[in-house]
């Protein structure tokens, strides 16, 4: 039994199913914002439909204690799972938005991001992706996350730009 963000509960799939299979029983039963039980101890999956679902053997994102780690969003739009058209400006709202939509299953806001790691296609796209992700990351009067970017020589569905973020709970 999980309470975070307000809800409480265990879907049906993860108290039927322990261990790896569970995130993804979680998501086929199309359960929203629901934190599920991975295992026993004290890491569990976020599971969301406001981000492309996971496509391999990898959960959207993990908390473990009062840290929230996601995987690294890429330009995909979650009802469709087609990635935006658009150059990097384009596809930069859209991985925000996803990791936006990450962030609120867990309960929390861009404000609890420490950390993130930006990876770009082309370094030369990095004033444009710093211009849409300080209006997301650090707006006026917050203090923003730490921060890693680095040129990348492909990134997956030949995306320009992928971010992952560490956040703190609570």
Excluded: H
Aim: charge should be positive.
């Amino acid at each position: 039994m999980v309470s975070l963000g307000g809800a409480t509960g265990e879907c049906a799939g993860a108290r039927k199913r322990r261990g790896r299979d569970a995130a993804l029983v979680c998501a086929k039963a199309g359960w929203r914002g629901t934190i599920c039980c991975m295992s026993q101890s004290e890491k569990q999956a976020v599971v969301t439909k406001a981000a492309p679902a996971a496509i391999g053997p990898y959960s959207q994102a993990v908390r473990v204690g009062d840290l929230l780690f996601t995987s690294g969003q890429i330009a995909l739009d979650p009802a469709t799972g087609a990635l935006v058209d658009g150059g990097v400006e384009d596809q930069t709202v859209r991985v925000c938005e996803n990791l936006k939509g990450v962030l609120e299953a867990a309960g929390i806001s861009f404000a609890q991001v420490v950390k993130t790691t930006v990876f770009l296609k082309d370094m030369g796209d990095f004033a444009t992706m710093n211009a849409v992700y300080g209006r997301y990351f650090a707006p006026e009067g917050a203090i923003a996350p730490a921060r890693s970017t680095v040129e990348v020589a492909r990134l997956p569905k030949d995306v320009l730009v992928e971010i992952e973020v560490i956040a703190k709970l609570g």
